[in-house]
């Protein structure tokens, strides 16, 4: 190393030229959370052509592969360089390899093969099962470092490196920590007195002796304190970890002017709950220029189950979009009560959002990106970066958003795929939060998720919370094999899933769940829970003299026969098609049910501009005219097809009148239908058969329910004669094993044990309870 003068090392450090170049385990990755939110903001600042950002090295002796988590976590700092495997591995932000330094170091190494191969007679070295290039590292005592032994990796043109008392790695001649950061200073053209090392343990020693300013974190390992004791270069710091760092960054001169440049933590708010959903609770309606509230038109039946989380005067925060003509709408009010009289203490943080930003963020980019992904029809999916970087956008807007209503140490609770993002946002602005999430939708198979471009970000903010619900037990393994294609995990807690959940008795079911994790220093709890439907209003709407009114006309319509009700949205995921396709084939098999049975099809249209259903639609309305032109008579149509939104209490008359409900999905993250015709047939007291798809989550606990592969067209139409033929005493006893379960699990059983399972102490993630 050049030798420096004295004024250059005595000057103060200048931020925008600062090189931190930090071990991870125990220095970068430790400290409090206020420390290390500043070390963050430090290194994530945007730079310009006129005041760069500093630089951020990492240096560490994990494998590139394990190194690769970090990068998507929004805690830390994305680095400007890596060295990894103990300097055997150098690389840039875009982990492309740093030039002539890797060829260098790729020349000199003989190869993992030839290692083992010399070493072979060495039966006291345990290999480490790590990801690592360029090094091959064992487990090791201090008595097998014989001279035997250097002479071997000698005659490899390699080193030893022993650590720790138990860690020994080979790696190629003159590589290390220290030796790689010094090639990388003159390669990467840094002024070597702007550099500063800093790292806990003797295996950063190196760097410490590369004649660059240091800082010992407080709590670093004696061995290492005694060596550096006396470098007048190396500060010895007091606190640990990231509030090491920043008091080194201060002895050596970093000014105050710069960290109190830094960004101040948000603002709190008083909220001790905070939804975080992108619909308000209310539909909002512009009338002479006056934003009015109205109740919802869909039958929404976990609205009202969240709502009622603040009925007993928690204070509380929904955060939710509202659509405006700009981001900054004059005279836009922020917080509006949602109902003064029944949650007084609740007030709805509406982010101004353009019809544009509405459009790109949830129409076009979460169904045409995420939502084929999420149902395992990976063909369809379209992926555009500019609508990422809008997704993003929105997501922070909310994470903000978040971040100024919540009360210290509140409960932030995020809903749905489109607002994956939000956590990775939040943390960083409110590290006290209690971050809670779930999935309304399914979680597909981790080969499936990870075709996702930016599989990382995502589960990198997942792993940002506390606590993930999911529906059933399957989507919770399958999250965590997407985590662990993504980082090492470790399993924390699993539970049964039986008798709860099927285990072997359908495509979705699994015998034993994950209920926590621990990724990368973090806990994260994980749980099953079923949304339920609201079983009381049910009640009350067949009480009701509409549904009644209703109920007696399809009743006339009907006229004995058999009815069967479909009722799904226009989607290629509910396998509409194949369903008919497959009603069709019966008629064809059993001639003797012309004139006897009736499917009601009732599809839900696609919201207004999702143009990737509108050739579904087409080949719905050829196969139902094709069926009804085939079998119909002067008084019988075998489908009443209808294709258009029914209010609730339409649907609920027809699933009382209809003998058999089938809802067979390609795919489906649960299903609430299944669960609206169990209640409303036991609330009427006429038992009926559930033909349910093995690939809906409510296949899992509604037991008694048909289940049927939807991909086996034979199985579709036998199944359904099945039902059409069962018993009177098979049809009460299924039919009554349903109705206990759908009652017992409701919608507000849902929301409680979700918020319960929050405290794992104090409720199973898994509820293990009577499945009926």
């Not at 191969?117 to 060495?122: D, E, P």
């Not at 039946?301 to 509202?322: D, E, H, Q, Y």
């Not at 922020?334 to 930003?357: F, M, S």
Request: glycine share 8%; proline share 6%; aromatic share 8%.
């Amino acid at each position: 190393m050049t030798v420096i003068d004295a004024q250059r090392w005595s000057r103060p450090l200048d931020p925008a030229c600062l090189v931190l170049a930090t071990d991870l385990d125990g220095t970068l990755l430790a400290g409090t959370p206020e420390a290390r939110r500043r070390v963050r903001d430090l290194f994530s600042a945007t730079g310009t052509q006129q005041t760069p950002r500093p630089t951020l090295v990492f240096v560490t002796g994990r494998g590139l592969e394990t190194v690769m988590p970090l990068l998507s976590d929004p805690t830390i700092p994305r680095p400007d360089y890596i060295i990894a495997d103990v300097g055997a591995t150098v690389v840039d932000r875009e982990l492309r390899p740093v030039e002539p330094i890797q060829h260098e170091l790729t020349a000199h190494w003989p190869g993992s093969q030839a290692v083992l191969r010399a070493l072979a007679g060495f039966p006291q070295l345990v290999r480490q099962s790590v990801p690592q290039e360029r090094r091959c590292s064992f487990l090791a005592t201090e008595d097998a470092i014989t001279p035997a032994l250097r002479a071997a990796v000698a005659a490899l043109d390699c080193e030893l490196l022993f650590s720790a008392g138990r860690y020994l790695d080979v790696l190629p001649r003159g590589v290390g920590k220290g030796a790689a950061l010094r090639r990388l200073v003159t390669v990467a053209g840094f002024d070597p007195a702007s550099v500063v090392v800093a790292g806990d343990t003797l295996n950063d020693l190196s760097m410490f002796e590369a004649g660059l300013r240091g800082v010992a974190v407080g709590g670093s390992e004696p061995a290492l304190v005694e060596r550096v004791r006396r470098n007048p270069r190396v500060h010895l710091a007091k606190a640990e970890g990231c509030g090491g760092i920043l008091e080194g960054l201060a002895h050596h001169g970093m000014s105050a002017g710069a960290a109190a440049a830094l960004p101040a933590p948000p603002a709190m708010g008083d909220a001790d709950l905070v939804m975080v959903y992108h619909r308000l609770p209310y539909d909002e309606l512009v009338v002479d220029g006056i934003t009015l509230q109205r109740r919802p038109k869909s039958p929404n039946g976990i609205m009202p189950t969240l709502l009622n989380f603040f009925a007993g005067g928690r204070k509380g925060s929904w955060v939710a979009w509202s659509q405006q003509a700009s981001r900054t709408p004059e005279g836009f009010d922020t917080h509006v009560a949602v109902d003064p009289q029944r949650y007084p203490q609740l007030k709805a943080a509406r982010i101004a959002l353009t019809g544009e930003d509405i459009d790109l963020f949830y129409k076009k980019f979460s169904k045409e990106a995420f939502w084929p992904i999420i149902f395992s029809f990976p063909d369809k999916a379209e992926f555009h970066q500019a609508h990422w970087e809008r997704f993003l956008e929105v997501n922070r807007l909310f994470a903000e958003q978040t971040a100024r209503e919540a009360a210290h140490g509140a409960t932030a609770w995020i809903h749905d795929y489109n607002l994956w993002m939000v956590p990775a946002f939040l943390r960083p602005l409110r590290p006290d939060l209690t971050i809670a999430f779930f999935h309304h939708t399914a979680f597909p198979s981790s080969d499936v998720f990870n075709i996702l471009p930016w599989r990382r970000d995502i589960i990198g903010s997942l792993l940002q919370c506390d606590y993930v619900g999911f529906h059933i037990p399957r989507y919770v393994e399958n999250f965590v094999d997407a985590v662990r294609s993504f980082a090492p995990v470790d399993v924390a807690g699993s539970v049964p899933c039986a008798p709860r959940f099927l285990t072997y008795g359908c495509a979705l079911g699994v015998d034993r769940m994950t209920t926590a994790i621990e990724v990368g220093g973090r806990r994260v709890a994980l749980g099953a829970h079923p949304v339920g439907t609201d079983v009381k209003l049910i009640r009350r709407l067949l009480d009701g003299g509409e549904v009644q009114r209703q109920l007696a006309e399809l009743d006339g319509l009907l006229e004995g026969r058999t009815g069967i009700v479909s009722i799904e949205r226009l989607d290629y995921v509910k396998g509409s098609l194949e369903k008919l396709q497959a009603y069709e084939r019966m008629l064809e098999r059993h001639p003797e049910l012309l004139g006897k049975v009736t499917l009601l099809n009732i599809v839900t249209p696609a919201a207004s501009g999702m143009e990737i259903y509108d050739s579904l639609r087409e080949e719905l309305d050829r196969t139902v005219g094709r069926i009804n032109g085939r079998f119909s008579t002067l008084d019988w149509v075998p489908v009443r097809y209808f294709y258009r939104s029914l209010p609730f209490e339409d649907v609920v008359a027809h699933y009382a009148a209809c003998g058999i409900a089938w809802i067979t999905p390609l795919r489906d993250g649960l299903n609430l239908v299944a669960k609206e015709y169990v209640a409303t047939r036991a609330a009427v007291g006429r038992p009926g058969v559930l033909i349910l798809s093995e690939f809906a989550g409510a296949a899992v606990e509604l037991h008694g329910a048909l289940l049927v592969n939807p991909y086996d067209a034979n199985a579709m139409s036998e199944t359904l004669y099945q039902a059409l033929s069962m018993g009177e005493d098979e049809v009460a006893y299924r039919a009554g094993r349903l109705a206990m379960i759908v009652d017992e699990h409701d919608v507000t059983r849902w929301g409680d044990g979700f918020l319960a399972a929050l405290a794992p102490q104090d409720a199973p993630a898994c509820d293990e309870r009577s499945a009926a």
